[in-house]
């Protein structure tokens, strides 16, 4: 079934295809070992120069770009894939676990790119990135909760009115939660952008 602009899709299915419709946890996985390596190579550091590495060294520089860079990647490459409905550029899934992937670890080497320390813009935007990670948790669960294909279209089964019931609340908190998570994401990167112009002035321009 094709999706034209502005047009929300619906596939006709039976309970064969649901059950076999149902998410993985398998990028979580791979988010916590990407996550458990990354821990690892902080705590060598950490041991190696007997300090934590400060936001504004080598390391910290570095885990600080890679991991905005995911988030980044987060807030953008699905959002595209999404409009790009006709583009062969692989299944929604796919893109949804990089997605739930990028959103987990870019946000966790930031949290270490901080150096512990929460103040001023800086402790703003670490701030936003717990809040628009625990905000992304919420909405996979609502999300999985509404059956769909690889493709990422809703899937429409025979049902009773219970079960009908309960998938249009679903969806009615899906789009509740839609609507207040975009805007944290943008208070985020705002925050997130002001932080990285201070930093390059501040260790470019007055130096």
Same mark, same amino acid.
């Given at each position: 079934m094709r999706q034209s602009a502005g047009e929300k899709v619906y596939e006709r299915v039976?309970? =064969?295809k649901l059950r076999g419709s149902r998410r993985s946890d398998k990028e979580l996985w791979e988010a916590l070992l990407?996550? =458990?390596?990354i821990s690892g190579v902080y705590i060598f550091v950490v041991r190696w120069?007997?300090?934590?590495? =400060?936001?504004?060294?080598?390391?910290g520089h570095l885990i600080g770009v890679v991991g905005f860079l995911l988030?980044?990647?987060?807030?953008?490459?699905?959002?595209?894939?999404?409009?790009a409905v006709r583009a062969q550029w692989g299944p929604m899934a796919s893109w949804l676990e990089l997605h739930i992937f990028s959103g987990i670890v870019g946000p966790f080497m930031v949290l270490l790119h901080s150096s512990w320390k929460f103040n001023g813009i800086a402790g703003v935007t670490t701030l936003l990135t717990v809040i628009i990670v625990v905000s992304g948790f919420i909405g996979r669960?609502?999300?999985?909760?509404?059956?769909?294909?690889l493709e990422g279209i809703e899937l429409v089964t025979p049902e009773g009115q219970a079960q009908s019931t309960a998938l249009a609340r679903t969806r009615r908190f899906f789009a509740i939660w839609h609507a207040v998570h975009i805007p944290i994401g943008l208070a985020l990167f705002t925050a997130a952008f002001i932080h990285i112009g201070a930093a390059l002035y501040y260790a470019t321009l007055l130096h």
């Open positions: 039976g309970p =064969a990407a996550m =458990a390596v120069t007997h300090a934590i590495p =400060a936001a504004g060294g080598l390391f988030m980044l990647s987060t807030e953008t490459l699905y959002s595209f894939r999404k409009r669960y609502i999300y999985t909760r509404i059956p769909r294909n």
